[in-house]
C-alpha cells in the first residue's frame, strides 16, 4: 500500500540555521512527489514538486528536495531558515488511478524557529 | 486569477446534523477532490469528481457525499454528524482533461471548511 512517512512530528530550528525535514514514502511506480507548507489557520501551499528527471527540485521561498529511488526519500532543505519558515509541513506522494490522481500525505511535521 | 475558494470558513453543528461545504475550483480547473484533514494529522483523501461523477473514492463512509456542478464545482455533504467528524475540510482542485502523462496530479487547495461538531 502506498503511504508517506515523516519521522519527525516536532523540529526547532535557529534563524539563519540550515534545515532538513525528512520524508519517506512507498509506491510501487515511479512516484510523483510534493512538500506542502501549512501556516495555522491556512489552507496548503505547494512548495515542490518532483515529477521526472532532475532530481534536485527547487521550489518556493528557498526550499530545495532531492529525490533518491534507492533510499525512497525525498528530504526537503533549507539552507538558511527565516522566522517566517514556522509552519506545518507536509510532504505526500501522487496515486495514480485510471487517470486520475490523488494525494497521500505524511502526518507532517512542525517546524518552530527560535529568535 | 482566482484560486480555489471554500465556504463557509468556519462553521458549528450538533451531532446528528447535517452539513454542506462548498468549493469553486481554480479557473480552467476540472476536477475538484476533498480532504479532510482532522487537528494535528495529515490531510485523507475523501473523494474526486470529475464530469459531476464521483472518479475515486476514500475510505469514508457513505455519510459523505458529494456532488460536482456543470461549472465544476462542488459540494460536500456529511449527513448524521459525529464528534469524530470535527476536522478542516479541504477542497483542491486539478485539472484531468489531458490525461496520461501529462496529468500530473498537481492539487490547488483552497483554504478550508473548519468544522466543529459538538
Known amino acids: 500500500a502506498q503511504s508517506v512517512t515523516q519521522p519527525d512530528i516536532h523540529i526547532t530550528v535557529s534563524e539563519g540555521a540550515s534545515l532538513e525535514l525528512r520524508c519517506n514514502y512507498s509506491y510501487g511506480a515511479t512516484p510523483y512527489l510534493f512538500w506542502y507548507v501549512q501556516s495555522p489557520g491556512q489552507g496548503l501551499q505547494l512548495l515542490l514538486k518532483?515529477?521526472?528527471?532532475?532530481?534536485l527540485v527547487q521550489g518556493i521561498k528557498g526550499f530545495e528536495a532531492e529525490f533518491k529511488r534507492s533510499q525512497s526519500s525525498f528530504n526537503l532543505r533549507k539552507p538558511s531558515v527565516h522566522w517566517s519558515d514556522a509552519a506545518e509541513y507536509f510532504c505526500a506522494v501522487g496515486v495514480r488511478s485510471g487517470g486520475y490522481n490523488k494525494l497521500i500525505f505524511g502526518a507532517g511535521t512542525r517546524l518552530a524557529v527560535h529568535p | 486569477d482566482a484560486g480555489v475558494t471554500q465556504s463557509p470558513t468556519h462553521l458549528i453543528k450538533t451531532r446528528g446534523q447535517q452539513v454542506t461545504l462548498r468549493c469553486s475550483p481554480k479557473s480552467g480547473h476540472d476536477t475538484v477532490s476533498w480532504y479532510q484533514q482532522a487537528l494535528g494529522q495529515g490531510p485523507q483523501f475523501i473523494f474526486q469528481?470529475?464530469?459531476?461523477?464521483?472518479?475515486q473514492r476514500g475510505n469514508f463512509p457513505d455519510r459523505f457525499s458529494g456532488h460536482q456542478f456543470p461549472n465544476y464545482s462542488s459540494e460536500l455533504n456529511v449527513n448524521a454528524l459525529l464528534l469524530g467528524d470535527s476536522a478542516l475540510y479541504l477542497c483542491a482542485s486539478s485539472l484531468v482533461r489531458g490525461r496520461g502523462p501529462l496529468n500530473t496530479g498537481e492539487l490547488f487547495f483552497g483554504e478550508g471548511s473548519r468544522l466543529t461538531v459538538l
Open positions: 518532483y515529477f521526472s528527471g532532475d532530481t
Open positions: 469528481y470529475y464530469e459531476e461523477e464521483e472518479r
